[in-house]
């Protein structure tokens, strides 16, 4: 069964950098492209981030492009977001998951399953 | 703020049905996937792309998508149906990928 595990959350003050990870097993790791979303304290799911399965495109969404990066590494099953320069409105559980797309139909799409989340909090 | 427009919140009696509907340009191209999610707890998988129920999921709970709009239905809502939902869809401006802003569903 697949299943994935964030690590790597914590406290960290404004301007500093976290690394997360995402340890995958039960499935074939290297062929999924996997997301990052993140959900701040009571409020809705934010998509983040997305790495194809070979790690040869990657793609961060406007609210973290030019400080977060998206990387995997296929021989250890795991994703991994690199934080830099994070600032209060980044505090959030970070969760990653992976993506199902038809091959006979592209136009769908899904997440499944989902870690249960690590928790980064940026505060002074 | 979301390219997916979701109702912040709506209630539905017990055993009644109801509709939880998600509306956005991106819907035109691609379906939208749904995610049910509880207090404390990740998001789940309930529907996918056109009207699939992942295993374990009950046959109450469908999915439509009519134009620019997707809806989830809950035929007879259970009191363990209680939860935020969730939209997703790729999108073709912006942002590769966007959520909906969540509806609070309340079971009375």
């Known amino acids: 069964q697949a299943q994935l595990v964030e690590s790597g959350g914590g406290v960290v003050q404004p301007g500093r950098s976290l690394r997360l990870s995402c340890a995958a097993s039960g499935f074939t790791f290297s062929v999924y492209a996997m997301h990052w979303v993140r959900q701040a304290p009571g409020k809705g799911l934010e998509w983040v981030a997305v790495i194809s399965y070979d790690g040869s495109k990657n793609y961060c969404g406007d609210s973290v492009r030019g400080r977060f990066t998206v990387s995997r590494d296929n021989s250890k099953n795991t994703l991994y977001l690199e934080m830099n320069s994070l600032r209060a409105e980044d505090t959030a559980l970070y969760y990653c998951?992976?993506?199902?797309?038809?091959?006979?139909?592209?136009?769908?799409?899904?997440?499944?399953?989902w870690g249960q989340g690590t928790l980064v909090t940026v505060s002074s | 703020s979301s390219d997916l427009t979701q109702d912040p919140a709506v209630s539905v009696a017990l055993g009644q049905t109801v509709r939880i509907t998600c509306q956005g340009d991106?819907?035109?191209?691609?379906?939208a996937s749904w995610y049910q999610q509880k207090p404390g707890q990740a998001p789940v998988l309930v529907i996918s792309?056109?009207?699939n129920r992942p295993s374990g999921i009950p046959d109450r709970i469908s999915g439509s998508t009519s134009g620019n709009t997707a809806s989830l239905t809950i035929t007879g809502a259970q009191a363990e149906d209680e939860a935020d939902y969730y939209c997703l869809s790729r999108d073709r401006r912006g942002n590769p990928w966007v959520f909906g802003g969540g509806t609070k569903l309340t079971v009375l």
């Open positions: 991106s819907l035109r191209s691609y379906y």
């Open positions: 792309g056109n009207n």
């Open positions: 998951a992976r993506e199902i797309t038809l091959t006979t139909e592209p136009r769908e799409s899904w997440f499944d399953p």
